[in-house]
């Protein structure tokens, strides 16, 4: 008599091959627009759209990174920047401080 036992390898090999694998594309996935400027200065700017209300804003920042502490562990405070528009928070930024925001017209508005 012949073997007719299946090597369990050889059989997930084998359903592996016979699924396509499929990948889901989120079609709400949401990006958030920024670009960096003037990184090697004291003073550095983001340009950014609002998370909520995609106004254009303009941000100067300066600093490093303060670290805090969160459930025991060191950890990087966030600073939360409100929109001057919808006045929710538009973006958080791993700064030191926050020096100014300005609403101007979005690079990005189509």
């Known amino acids: 008599m012949a073997d007719t036992s299946?090597?369990?390898?050889?059989?997930?090999?084998?359903?592996k091959a016979s699924k396509p694998h499929t990948q889901k594309l989120?079609?709400?996935?949401?990006?958030?627009?920024?670009?960096?400027?003037d990184c090697d200065k004291?003073?550095?700017?983001?340009?950014?759209?609002?998370?909520?209300?995609?106004q254009g804003i303009i941000c100067e920042?300066?600093?490093?990174?303060?670290?805090?502490?969160y459930k025991g562990r060191p950890s990087i405070i966030q600073i939360p920047v409100q929109?001057?528009?919808?006045?929710?928070?538009?973006?958080?930024?791993?700064t030191g401080e926050v020096l100014s925001k300005t609403a101007i017209?979005?690079?990005w508005e189509q």
Do not use: D, M
């Open 83 to 94: 929109c001057p528009n919808c006045e929710k928070t538009a973006i958080k930024l791993n």
């Open 26 to 37: 989120e079609s709400a996935e949401r990006f958030q627009h920024i670009k960096f400027l």
């Open 105 to 107: 017209p979005s690079p």
């Open 61 to 69: 920042y300066t600093g490093e990174p303060v670290i805090g502490e």
């Open 42 to 54: 004291p003073v550095s700017r983001i340009i950014f759209e609002c998370w909520h209300c995609f």
């Open 6 to 15: 299946v090597n369990p390898e050889q059989a997930y090999k084998s359903q």
